[in-house]
């Protein structure tokens, strides 16, 4: 799915805070709802941190998560996010599904409506297919991830870790660098970073690299220690091979070479940059052990918990309307 033919999420009259029904991407989002949704995680975070009043607003709803493509920190973190707010949390894993018996995604839609959930978390390998399923059912649809696509809750957590950490956005300059042309972490991170006004480069071997990715506002390289020269965040990606049809990089050695995340590296281009990674991480390839576990400068188990927080927030968020919320119904 290229930019341009994105559908932007249905809009709801009555001019909410955040006027969105799904959240399938960061896309179509304005700057002040990104910041509205990290100003609802926000309180979360102190909430889980404490959890000395807990808060059951979701009590007595249905949530789904349907998972067609495999994960276990994304699931999990829904799954936590949604029965510390005291939702019933129902999980679908693809194993288990019709998928496998070939069942369309249009019947999957009409399956998942048909059971009356209040909120549907979906992830599939295809990009699209969260948007497709969204405008077949009643409830908030929430992306967890579609093929190389986007992945909007994990730009808003590493979104919120950088806030946190750096006291803002605006101005930083954020390096992500690995496997680009895969990643859809990748694309919901330079929209969200970019709307937020940080300056954002991006690295990767030219195989890798997605063609014209300048129009996103970023500046492309190949050179990682170029890249990362006078960096405040380097967020490292994954080599997706299971998105790979064929020969990207030489080897695994070889790419650890020129693009792995090393102390040496750090400290020469970038001292003191927060370290940053989705998950799951490769060490040794492009990521050193040393620098995923920095005492100081890591934030990869922070931004595990920041998930939690951002989850819990969107979950909220999408369901005031049918819950009637004031200002929301
Ligand atoms: C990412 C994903 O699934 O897109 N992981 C995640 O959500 N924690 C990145 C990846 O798989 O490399």
């Not at 404490?50 to 009590?59: I, S």
């Not at 493509?69 to 996010?81: K, P, Q, V």
């Not at 939702?87 to 018996?101: G, T």
């Not at 030219?206 to 063609?211: D, E, N, R």
Request: neutral net charge; aromatic residues 4%.
């Amino acid at each position: 799915m290229t930019q341009s033919d994105h559908r932007p999420g249905t809009l709801i009259p009555g001019g909410a805070v955040f006027p969105h029904r799904h959240l399938t991407g960061i896309e179509g989002l304005e700057p002040h709802e990104i910041t509205f949704l990290l100003d609802e995680a926000d309180t979360w975070v102190e909430a889980n941190r404490t959890r000395a009043a807990p808060d059951r607003r979701l009590a007595g709803s249905t949530q789904i998560n349907a998972f067609f493509e495999n994960s276990t920190r994304t699931l999990l973190s829904f799954e936590i996010a949604g029965k510390r707010l005291g939702a019933d949390v129902v999980n679908m894993h693809a194993a288990q599904s019709s998928v496998k018996k070939g069942e369309t995604l249009i019947d999957t839609a009409q399956t998942l409506n048909a059971m009356r959930a209040d909120v549907i978390v979906i992830r599939h390998m295809s990009s699209g297919a969260v948007r497709l399923i969204a405008d077949k059912v009643d409830c908030p649809v929430l992306n967890a991830g579609d093929g190389r696509h986007e992945h909007p809750t994990q730009a808003l957590l590493d979104a919120l870790t950088i806030r946190r950490r750096l006291g803002g956005i605006a101005h930083k300059r954020v390096v992500i660098c690995g496997d680009l042309l895969h990643s859809r972490v990748a694309r919901s991170n330079i929209l969200a970073l970019t709307a937020l006004a940080a300056e954002v480069r991006v690295c990767a071997p030219s195989t890798l690299m997605p063609p014209a990715i300048e129009r996103f506002g970023v500046t492309a390289f190949t050179d990682f220690d170029r890249a990362m020269e006078g960096a405040d965040v380097v967020m490292m990606l994954r080599l997706q091979t299971e998105r790979m049809e064929g020969g990207y990089v030489p080897s695994s050695r070889e790419y650890h070479l020129r693009y792995g995340l090393t102390l040496e590296r750090l400290a020469k281009h970038a001292p003191g940059a927060l370290i940053m990674h989705p998950g799951p991480m490769n060490r040794g390839v492009e990521i050193d052990s040393a620098v995923a576990d920095h005492a100081e400068q890591s934030a990869i188990t922070e931004q595990v918990e920041m998930g939690v927080a951002v989850r819990m927030a969107c979950l909220d968020v999408l369901t005031r309307r049918a819950r009637g919320v004031e200002g929301w119904a």
